[in-house]
């Protein structure tokens, strides 16, 4: 016995799932209309660690400031010298524009070239740490480097993997999120970083108050390959990287300490041969060749990067090598 019978056509289910529709297509025409109608704020997706420190190195290095002395390179020399401290020591003013292991000589080029135009003729020093794993690593090209230069440009970008990553690019929850979201609502870090710094804003603060310089907070297993080398790209993007030293201003070069333990019998000389080498090609006026090669295990968090500690007295050596008569 059949009780009820239904009798209907595809058409009369539109009102019923149209409507509740229209306002997810009004929603993504707005935000990607907004977003390429310039009306919505650029992007500033300060969601995790990297991209908080991406972008506050980035805004750092356009606005003004009254630092003569620029440290710049990777994640070695973001984490491995204090600003504030080098500052003190040098009776100079000092910024850490250092940034992440991901990019490359280029990409500090382009900071570099920030920091200059948005302070001409301020520079004394440009001082360039990075550490031997950098050094050997192919040229940029991953996510980090696409999204700094996305960033600056004042550009969106969004890498999808999954369909749910493709849907909601489509209905503009990601220019919502980077543009909007964001820079409304604090993004809580995770690990140590949020037991530390609890949230991205903190961790910018964070940057702000030590300029540019901050501290590794996790404990990783050293790793790795220790045959350390100069990589083949490195000697074009080094040349690169010197034409964007403003004229009057000195370059210093140094390679930042790896574990005692962990490096090859002969990697003093190893070392020495590499700092000379990236030198000649950086043409650098100041090769900061006393600085040591290794420190002590226990003075460094993982491979690449001091303790908080190990950064105070790494710090001290530095200065030492950049006096100034």
Request: charged letters at 25%; hydrophobic letters at 40%; aromatic letters at 8%.
């Amino acid at each position: 016995m059949r009780s009820h019978e239904y009798d209907f056509r595809p058409r009369d289910l539109l009102p019923i799932i149209g409507w509740p529709l229209v306002p997810v297509v009004l929603f993504a025409l707005l935000m990607h209309g907004g977003a390429a109608l310039k009306v919505l704020p650029k992007p500033r997706p300060t969601v995790d660690v990297d991209r908080t420190i991406l972008i506050h190195q980035a805004e750092a290095s356009a606005t003004r400031s009254g630092a003569q002395v620029l440290l710049i390179g990777d994640s070695s020399c973001l984490m491995d010298v204090s600003a504030v401290e080098l500052s003190r020591s040098l009776s100079r003013p000092v910024l850490n524009l250092g940034t992440l292991s991901f990019l490359d000589l280029n990409d500090y080029a382009q900071l570099l070239r920030r920091f200059a135009a948005a302070n001409p003729g301020q520079i004394q020093t440009v001082v360039l740490l990075m550490h031997p794993e950098a050094l050997r690593r192919a040229p940029g090209g991953t996510y980090h480097p696409k999204f700094l230069r996305a960033f600056i440009e004042g550009e969106d970008f969004f890498e999808p993997i999954t369909l749910r990553d493709r849907v909601s690019n489509a209905l503009g929850l990601e220019k919502f999120r980077a543009r909007l979201f964001a820079r409304a609502v604090p993004s809580a870090l995770p690990g140590n970083y949020g037991r530390k710094f609890g949230f991205s804003r903190d961790l910018d603060k964070f940057l702000t108050e030590n300029r540019g310089s901050t501290i590794e907070l996790d404990r990783k297993k050293f790793d790795g390959s220790p045959e350390y080398r100069l990589g083949k790209q490195l000697e074009n993007a080094s040349r690169t990287f010197r034409t964007a030293v403003p004229p009057g201003a000195k370059l210093a070069v140094g390679i930042t300490p790896a574990p005692a333990g962990y490096v090859q019998r002969n990697y003093t000389e190893t070392y020495g041969n590499m700092l000379n080498q990236w030198a000649s090609w950086l043409q650098a006026d100041i090769v900061l060749s006393n600085l040591p090669p290794v420190m002590a295990d226990e003075a460094f968090a993982r491979t690449t990067h001091l303790t908080e500690k190990g950064a105070q007295r790494y710090t001290t050596l530095v200065a030492r090598e950049l006096r100034f008569d």
